[in-house]
């Protein structure tokens, strides 16, 4: 009995553990800080004309921005721009919780929905922009990733 309620006790912990892990991780609309509300759309569109010369610091394949497909490309111009977004979870803080892109610190990455015509959600695409303005393409939602090469 005593094994019981302390097997239960443990589970709860950890669930809790998790949950306040999945909540400080994810900020909640209008509550983002200032810094992910305006670095990755300046970085962004301060860094369009330097995404040329960016060098892919991780891995990973790359894909030539020409070589997107047109969605993607209308949301690097969308980032570039700096706006505005169609989705209310466009330029939100990514976590990089699956440990693909290289480990920064918390707040680094930032993602973008990349329009998946016939789909009545988000879809699974989407462009992680860095701040150091490295670009990174996902078709399956973040189980594997392309860096984008620019201006090529």
């Given at each position: 009995?005593?094994?019981?309620?302390?097997?239960?006790?443990?589970?709860?912990?950890?669930?809790?553990?998790?949950?306040?892990?999945?909540?400080?991780?994810?900020p909640?609309?209008?509550?983002?800080?200032?810094?992910?509300?305006?670095?990755?759309?300046?970085s962004?569109?301060?860094?369009?004309?330097?995404?040329?010369?960016?060098?892919?610091?991780?891995?990973?394949?790359?894909?030539?921005?020409?070589?997107?497909?047109?969605?993607?490309?209308?949301?690097?111009?969308?980032?570039?721009?700096?706006?505005?977004?169609?989705?209310?979870?466009?330029?939100?803080?990514?976590?990089?919780?699956?440990?693909?892109?290289?480990?920064?610190?918390?707040?680094?990455?930032?993602?973008?929905?990349?329009?998946?015509?016939?789909?009545?959600?988000?879809?699974?695409?989407?462009?992680?922009?860095?701040?150091?303005?490295?670009?990174?393409y996902?078709?399956?939602?973040?189980?594997?990733?392309?860096?984008?090469?620019?201006?090529k």
């Amino acid at each position: 009995m005593k094994i019981q309620r302390l097997t239960a006790l443990i589970a709860v912990l950890l669930g809790l553990v998790v949950l306040a892990f999945v909540l400080l991780g994810t900020p909640q609309p209008g509550t983002a800080p200032e810094a992910a509300r305006t670095s990755p759309s300046r970085s962004a569109a301060a860094s369009t004309t330097q995404a040329a010369g960016v060098v892919n610091p991780s891995r990973l394949a790359e894909i030539k921005a020409s070589e997107l497909p047109a969605e993607a490309r209308q949301t690097l111009n969308l980032i570039a721009k700096g706006g505005p977004y169609p989705y209310s979870r466009d330029n939100v803080q990514f976590g990089n919780f699956e440990r693909i892109l290289p480990q920064k610190s918390s707040g680094y990455y930032h993602e973008f929905t990349v329009v998946t015509p016939g789909e009545s959600d988000r879809g699974a695409r989407r462009i992680i922009v860095g701040a150091g303005g490295e670009k990174y393409y996902t078709a399956d939602h973040y189980a594997s990733f392309k860096f984008i090469a620019e201006g090529k």
